[in-house]
């Protein structure tokens, strides 16, 4: 079920605690969750830049970050 727009904002901005503790820890995961991290933070920046927040930023780091915390099971795949 979608967030209540009354709250959407209040209830993801717990989900986005736990995601950043998570990259901070750098926690292994999976490669459907690294790289649905990858394209939630890059839309988040891409937001950011277009509304004149940030001047730019490096996609290509930002995919090795997630690329890095990827599980072994699925880097030997």
Do not use: V
């Not at 901005?13 to 394209?39: F, P, V, Y």
């Not at 933070?41 to 090795?64: H, K, P, T, V």
């Amino acid at each position: 079920m979608p967030n209540m727009s009354y709250c959407r904002f209040r209830n993801t901005r717990s989900d986005m605690e736990d995601c950043l503790d998570t990259l901070r820890e750098e926690k292994h995961l999976s490669t459907d969750e690294a790289q649905a991290g990858c394209r939630m933070f890059d839309d988040i920046l891409d937001f950011c830049r277009d509304m004149g927040i940030i001047d730019s930023y490096d996609a290509g780091m930002l995919e090795a970050l997630f690329d890095g915390l990827t599980t072994e099971e699925d880097n030997d795949e």
